[in-house]
């Protein structure tokens, strides 16, 4: 099942412009991760997000969290061309016994120079 | 260290053929996982081992396909017979679950088969 649903689906802005991608999920989670995945490229991971964490940064990229709305925003501040890939966030959900990370249908950003 | 290992990079086959996907993960890590990514379903889990046993399989689609992993350095996807809806990439990836918590940690993807069955 979908835990995680990313908004938008797409999103094109100039270089040097901030990004904000946000995450919806449906119940209790341990963590949050946000990933990355280059065309014809597996995904990277990019930042980890624990449930009792409201914010993170590292480097140009800024992590939230609301856990009583149950939803996480991605930040990429003066966006670059190479910033250009699908980002995807990943919940480990809590009480789920074996199930590992659920991963979401991905933001495709686009970065023009 | 390398990353996750995976071959062939690509492959193409005609339908009815049988398909065997390898994977190498990352040294010491004790989760693998094996995915398929297609544009209309997105990234799907098919099936996930824990020091070299399968946890769950309820992703595999199908009787078709089945996964192997015999030692901690190695597994494999098979799909026989393959069929053209099979057309997709598959990714392997792996993770260390850390600290005795019981919370996953990031996981390290190779870079992907992508299978076109004619």
């Known amino acids: 099942s979908q835990q995680g649903e990313e908004d938008p689906q797409a999103l094109s802005i100039q270089e040097g412009e901030n990004a904000t991608m946000n995450c919806s999920y449906k119940?209790?989670?341990?963590?949050l991760q946000w990933y990355r995945q280059n065309s014809g490229r597996g995904l990277v991971h990019l930042i980890l997000i624990r449930s009792n964490e409201r914010e993170k940064h590292s480097g140009r990229l800024r992590v939230t969290l609301d856990t009583s709305k149950k939803s996480s925003s991605l930040l990429i501040t003066a966006s670059r061309a190479a910033d250009t890939a699908s980002y995807f966030c990943a919940t480990d959900e809590e009480d789920s016994g074996n199930t590992p990370l659920v991963f979401g249908k991905g933001t495709r950003l686009s970065v023009i120079a | 260290d390398a990353g996750v290992i995976q071959s062939p990079r690509h492959e193409v086959t005609e339908m009815g053929q049988e398909v065997t996907l390898r994977c190498k993960p990352i040294?010491?890590?004790?989760?693998l996982f094996w995915y398929r990514q297609t544009m209309m379903r997105g990234l799907e889990l098919l099936i996930y081992f824990n020091n070299n046993v399968p946890i769950d399989d309820s992703g595999m689609p199908e009787d078709r396909f089945s996964a192997k992993m015999p030692n901690a350095s190695f597994s494999t996807l098979k799909i026989q017979p393959s069929e053209p809806r099979d057309s997709a990439v598959y990714f392997c990836?792996?993770?260390?679950?850390?600290?005795?918590?019981?919370?996953?940690?990031?996981?390290?993807f190779g870079p992907g088969t992508r299978l076109t069955v004619l």
């Open positions: 119940t209790s989670i341990n963590n």
């Open positions: 040294s010491g890590h004790d989760y």
């Open positions: 990836a792996s993770s260390l679950l850390q600290g005795g918590l019981f919370s996953y940690n990031e996981q390290f």
